[in-house]
């Protein structure tokens, strides 16, 4: 059964909850500006990456492919270093730090990428965008949290007096927070999105089971080494503020 489009009518209704949501966060003086931001934001992004993609998609074109997973790659290190707080003293620590990021999420994520794509999927061509993008996606964005966690993570502790070695491992155990959490919660509390989009487009959950779990092993792996690639290359770098 091919999966039902949902009208625009019908996917104004899912805005209600989240509407009621932003009126809460006023109530209670949080700042709900910044939430209607990243929902506006998060709408215009969706709907223009729906059209870039089908563009992506018709172009068949390596350099096309290769042009937006550096886009991704970039986009990810920088945003990645967000959860830091900077002092007066170091304006330009964010920019400072930026390599290290991109390193990490470069060889980090785009290591795991070759070996799901290439090995495992076996591509044909090796730059098929209809797999190499989402697969991407969900790399360089895990990627991005791990770093943002263990950046954030490392920064508190070594504020609080730990000294390196303390600090990195409480900092990487706290990156791999949100995906050990998923893969003691997948099947049993969550179908993620990979799975229940194959199971809803018709195909057998056996086989969706074997992808997502192929995805599961993916984001672990790239979590791990993006984090501990990223710790090293800052050992001398992060300051306490």
């Known amino acids: 059964m091919p999966i039902e489009i949902i009208p625009f009518e019908r996917l104004m209704l899912a805005f209600i ?26 709408l215009l992004q969706l709907m223009l990456i729906g059209y870039a993609l089908i563009m992506i998609f018709d172009s068949d074109s390596s350099w096309m492919t290769l ?19 900077f002092d007066k003293q170091h304006p330009d620590f964010k920019r400072r730090l930026f ?13 795991i990428l070759l070996l799901v794509t290439q090995v ?4 044909e061509p090796w730059y ?14 895990t990627s991005m949290t791990s770093i943002s966690l263990a950046a954030e993570r490392l920064q508190s502790e070594l504020n609080q007096g730990k000294t390196y070695t303390e600090a990195r491992a409480v900092a990487f155990r706290t990156a791999l927070i949100p995906i050990i959490n998923s893969m003691f919660a997948v099947g049993l509390v969550s179908l993620p999105g990979m799975m229940t989009g194959q199971i809803l487009s ?11 779990i192929m995805v599961m092993c993916m984001l672990f792996s790239a979590s791990g080494i993006t984090a501990a690639l990223f710790l090293v290359l800052i050992k001398d770098k992060l300051k306490q503020n």
Do not use: E, H
Not at 67 to 85: E, F, G, H, P, Q
Not at 120 to 123: A, E, G, M, S, T
Not at 203 to 212: K, N
């Open 17 to 42: 909850p989240t509407f009621f949501v932003i009126v809460l966060m006023r109530q209670w003086d949080l700042a709900y500006g910044k939430a209607c931001y990243a929902v506006l934001r998060m």
């Open 202 to 212: 018709g195909v057998s959950p056996f086989i969706a089971a074997r992808y997502q």
């Open 99 to 111: 390599p290290a990021a991109l390193v990490a999420i470069l060889i980090g994520g785009g290591l």
């Open 128 to 141: 098929l965008p209809r797999y190499v993008i989402p697969l991407a996606g969900m790399i360089f964005a």
């Open 67 to 85: 042009a937006v997973l550096l886009l991704m790659v970039l986009a990810s290190s920088w945003i990645s270093l967000n959860t830091l707080n």
């Open 120 to 123: 495992v999927l076996r591509l």
